[in-house]
């Protein structure tokens, strides 16, 4: 991650704008009359140049190859365009390590990337620590077996919201650092060759599933012994120790610098600057604009300022466009209190690939908890160890996807249907090349003009429109028509001028092959493509919200079609099949004389959000549940919060009926109209109740200072805290018996929020409207007894950002500190058997 002691925003709004859109939140709604929407992309698409990158080795023992050119990655020789997702080893206990990737295989990550915090193991000198949470061996191991690649991180500086950037205090207290200063250097070659140990035998070239390695992390310093230097000399230090991978890494924003050929630049982006000083909600990011002439996408704040522009500016032409930190949520900083929605982290998705992303890669896909120092020091950022930015003690959830206890988010959900499109169809995306549109918005601060991009190669690309920017209304592009000219054709979609709501965000194809049927166009988004061998190909879909489905197919007549109750017409010479109802029913079939049949299917945008691709029973099935799932051991596992009933759909059908858990009843309830075969089950219902006791009332909290190298609002000193009201909670362990975990759900108005289990720290949390949960039976948070959670006021003179809907009432009052309530979610799970 990546905050910054020289914060500035690269485009501001003006005055006008400020006035005109935000009091509050933005207020901003208007409608745009779009008409015709045009790009030309008609221009030919050249062949990838060789990459100027020297990689390491690359080929397996088995004979599988990675590569890379100018334009994308290859697996095997061919295209591949991979999701990428970072999950903390050291932030999470070991015990729940493998779950937790299964569940992110399942959520469609392909490649799980990791720092390796130099100061979660080497806190006391020459004192490596590699056990328990801190095996990073075990770690890469279970990655393998969840069936993901990984990229290590390497550091020695991470950042990652961790004190000094990861790198000991024992260190930083004697030597330079982030320089070729002889004593620092010495040290990181001890560092790498500890990481060489733990990593050896697991690396690409021996079979293993390493495929990368991140030096340093936002590196923008030059001048003697840093600048390029410094990169090259981590590099010949990581394959010294042995680190020999097929690709080097370094971030890419805010006028990085690294030695040209050696190492590959991957960017990033976030729906806000929770790093940032203000108060207020923030003009519209860059973020949600397609960008057509760089890669780096507004201030990420690196805390080193650049100078000049930095080389993977100048390498753009001979480097892949490659992602490693698009928000996958948002961290609480102390002075800013960011929360975000769903759909403002989704919408970034059809941004940054039509923009030409090549590796679609998230910070944080797994959010954890900082691991307890030996020394008692805590290991978070802050402003009392001179760091810019004011964390939490231990928690690190950032929003993420999957919550510190493995629990599913409603983001996860929405980037969901992305991954599989990814998936199944990134290979044909990633040499295809950006388009832009006729007309464009000129800065991140149009509301009104329409966002929308192509990527082609020849006859064949996608459309990515995104009309969501957070926290302002995006124009409805009303009447809105696309036209697409290329090289042998021009394509108009859809048939008939339609509405592109506020909030709208989506992909659609353009000339898709499916299976030797050409899809001229689908007014619906691309999920999934599966083969059943002889039995044909099932191709599905997702509609797209307020957006009359429709297909047009080339070389296809009425009579190779059958569509139900949809309308069949010829226009254009195409064959254009409308007023398609979205469902889980089959949409159309089209069977082709000395073809496999192809069976279409368009799901609504709430199912999409529910589908998973799954490897089940031998083989390849869609899996349409709204329980959260993940594959282990040959076995579907589906958990579920809150509630013990359970319903999710298979396709193709299981040959036999499934085992479930012993106190599970599953039945099988499928109709007709569905090409799912449905179950249903119930587990015994469990009632948890949490005993709330008050321990002590609030007492006056001190005021806020300014201060800190960012000159804002600071966290409050520890002595502070003896202003904190306390309650008592209390959840009898018995009341958890049978159940998979139990989340506790702590819903409080204050500063901030702190859970003990006696003395000891479980859980902090900064108030800001997010719900606040901590598991009871985690390793890492579980007690024996009574909790007590501790609320420091919040005074109403706080210089603080807090989101306006979360924002308190304090009337008359000086300070709030409230307990409002707290409950036990139960969490069950179902094992199905095949």
């Not at 910054?4 to 690269?10: G, H, Q, V």
Request: proline share 7%.
């Amino acid at each position: 991650m990546l905050f910054s002691t020289s914060i500035k925003l690269r485009r501001r709004a003006s005055a006008a704008l400020i006035a005109g859109l935000f009091a509050g939140a933005a207020t901003y709604a208007g409608v745009s009359t779009a008409a015709t929407l045009r790009i030309d992309a008609s221009a030919a698409t050249a062949a990838p140049a060789a990459a100027a990158l020297r990689m390491g080795s690359a080929v397996a023992p088995n004979g599988d190859t990675l590569g890379v050119n100018a334009r994308y990655l290859t697996r095997n020789g061919a295209p591949w365009l991979p999701v990428m997702g970072e999950f903390h080893y050291s932030r999470t206990p070991d015990s729940q390590w493998l779950a937790e990737l299964q569940k992110m295989k399942a959520a469609g990550i392909d490649i799980v990337a990791s720092y390796v915090m130099w100061n979660h193991h080497e806190e006391v000198a020459g004192k490596f620590d590699w056990k328990n949470q801190r095996n990073l061996r075990r770690f890469v191991q279970l990655a393998a077996q969840a069936g993901l690649d990984v990229v290590v991180r390497v550091g020695p500086w991470a950042h990652a919201e961790v004190r000094y950037g990861g790198v000991p205090d024992w260190v930083v207290n004697s030597m330079p650092t982030r320089r070729n200063d002889a004593q620092y250097m010495a040290l990181v070659e001890k560092l790498y060759r500890e990481i060489g140990q733990q990593l050896k035998g697991q690396l690409w070239k021996d079979g293993g599933r390493v495929i990368g390695i991140q030096l340093e992390n936002e590196y923008n310093l030059d001048g003697p012994d840093q600048g390029k230097a410094h990169i090259a000399a981590l590099k010949q230090l990581a394959l010294k120790a042995g680190l020999d991978v097929p690709y080097y890494t370094v971030t890419g924003w805010d006028g990085t610098i690294y030695p040209h050929g050696e190492v590959t630049p991957v960017f990033g982006g976030y729906p806000d600057e929770p790093w940032g000083t203000s108060t207020k909600e923030l003009p519209p990011k860059e973020t949600y604009a397609f960008r057509f002439d760089t890669r780096v996408s507004g201030d990420l704040g690196a805390q080193t300022a650049a100078h000049a522009p930095g080389s993977a500016e100048t390498d753009k032409d001979v480097t892949p466009f490659l992602g490693a930190e698009y928000g996958a949520g948002l961290p609480f900083m102390y002075r800013r209190r960011t929360v975000v929605s769903a759909d403002d982290i989704a919408s970034m998705l059809p941004v940054q690939l039509g923009s030409g992303v090549n590796l679609m890669g998230y910070y944080m896909f797994h959010g954890g908890r900082n691991p307890t120092a030996i020394g008692g020091t805590s290991m978070e950022e802050s402003t009392l160890s001179g760091g810019y930015n004011d964390t939490t003690m231990i928690s690190y959830d950032f929003q993420a996807p999957l919550g510190p206890d493995g629990q599913q988010r409603k983001v996860l959900e929405k980037l969901r249907p992305f991954h599989l499109f990814l998936h199944d169809f990134g290979s044909r995306l990633a040499p295809m090349t950006v388009r832009k549109p006729e007309v464009a918005p000129a800065t991140p601060d149009d509301l009104q003009a329409p966002r929308f991009a192509v990527r082609s190669a020849a006859e064949r690309g996608f459309l990515f429109v995104n009309n969501h920017v957070r926290q302002y209304d995006m124009a409805v592009q009303q009447a809105s028509q696309f036209e697409i000219k290329l090289p042998k054709q021009t394509l108009t979609l859809p048939s008939k001028p339609v509405d592109i709501a506020k909030g709208a965000y989506f992909i659609w194809p353009l000339n898709l092959d499916l299976d030797g049927t050409n899809l001229s166009y689908a007014t619906a988004q691309p999920l999934a493509l599966l083969d059943q061998g002889r039995s044909g190909v099932v191709a599905v879909f997702s509609a797209s919200a307020g957006v009359p489905v429709e297909l047009a197919l080339d070389g296809v007549s009425s009579q190779q079609v059958q569509a139900g109750g949809a309308r069949v017409t010829v226009s254009n010479g195409r064959l254009l099949v409308s007023d398609i109802q979205p469902g889980s029913n089959v949409a159309l079939t089209v069977q082709r004389q000395g073809a496999r049949p192809l069976t279409i299917v368009v799901l609504t945008p709430e199912q999409a959000q529910q589908l998973s691709v799954v490897q089940l029973a031998g083989q390849r099935r869609l899996l349409l549940s709204a329980q959260q799932n993940y594959v282990a051991d040959g076995a579907l596992h589906l958990r579920s919060v809150g509630s013990n009933q359970f319903r999710f759909g298979v396709y193709p059908p299981l040959p036999k009926q499934p085992r479930t858990d012993a106190a599970a009843s599953v039945l099988r309830a499928g109709g007709n109209d569905s090409l799912f075969q449905t179950y249903s089950a119930e587990l015994p219902a469990r009632s948890v109740t949490a005993e709330i006791t008050r321990v002590r009332e609030a007492q006056e909290a001190p005021p806020v200072v300014i201060g800190g190298a960012a000159r804002a609002a600071i966290q409050p000193a520890p002595e502070s805290f003896k202003a904190a009201a306390a309650w008592r909670i209390n959840v009898p362990q018995e009341q958890l018996r049978g159940l998979d975990d139990a989340l506790l759900q702590i819903d409080f108005v204050g500063d901030i929020g702190r859970l003990f289990a006696g003395t000891r720290m479980l859980d902090d949390w900064y108030y800001s409207g997010y719900p606040w949960q901590v598991s009871l039976r985690s390793p890492q948070t579980a007690a024996t007894g009574p909790l007590t959670v501790a609320v420091l006021p919040l005074r109403a003179d706080a210089p603080i950002y807090l989101p306006r809907e979360a924002r308190p009432d304090f009337g008359a009052a000086s300070q709030i500190a409230q307990l409002r309530s707290v409950s036990v979610l139960p969490v069950y799970r179902l094992r199905v058997t095949p």
